[in-house]
């Protein structure tokens, strides 16, 4: 799948097969991630993959709208390791980058996904923390929830030309 069409089909998908996501596919997708823009690449996320039905049920528990990871095969909290940032503060777009990568690369493979909002909620996060227990000075982000499709996304084109300007925002 080219990278525009990956980009204009890609839809949150909340509901899974019972088909596993395989090590080949988790290994595609965390590269995809990991080759997002960085500021000053500084790479700053860190990923833990969950496959445990146990912790991603605890996981879908922590926080408002997470079911979604307690359906899909596999779940990804999406964290940053700050301690050492060049850039403070950038780990949000950075993270967020690497998210929207992932999102999209799961699609273009044919699975499908659902970013889970985390940050900035701290006590969210703080939720998180306590199931996945990552070093002191780890923020998280946010979560994805992948696995097979049971039916595609809806198209839909968002395309709003009032959104837009040229030049400068004159009324
Ligand atoms: C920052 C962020 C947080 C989100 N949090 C959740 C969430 O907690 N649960 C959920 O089911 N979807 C969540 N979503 C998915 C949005 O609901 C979805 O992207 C939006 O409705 C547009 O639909 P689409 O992704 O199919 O284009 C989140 C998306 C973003 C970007």
Redesign the pocket.
């Known amino acids: 799948m080219d990278t525009l069409t990956s980009i204009m089909t890609?839809?949150?998908i909340?509901q899974y097969t019972d088909e596993d996501v395989t090590t080949e596919q988790l290994l595609t997708l965390l590269r995809a991630a990991m080759a997002a823009p960085s500021a000053g690449n500084q790479q700053p996320w860190r990923f833990v993959a969950v496959r445990d039905a146990d912790v991603r049920a605890r996981l879908a528990e922590a926080?408002?709208?997470?079911s979604?990871i307690g359906r899909a095969p596999l779940g990804i909290v999406v964290m940053a390791d700050t301690r050492e940032n060049k850039h403070p503060g950038f780990w949000v777009q950075d993270c967020?980058a690497a998210t929207e990568n992932l999102l999209l690369a799961a699609h273009a493979i044919g699975l499908g996904g659902?970013?889970?909002?985390v940050h900035p909620h701290v006590d969210r996060a703080a939720a998180i923390t306590q199931i996945v227990h990552p070093p002191e000075g780890f923020a998280v982000l946010?979560m994805i929830a992948i696995g097979h499709p049971t039916s595609p996304?809806p198209q839909?084109d968002r395309y709003h030309a009032e959104y837009v300007r040229t030049d400068g925002w004159d009324e």
């Open positions: 890609r839809r949150s909340r926080t408002p709208y997470a979604p967020s659902v970013w889970i909002g946010g996304g839909v």
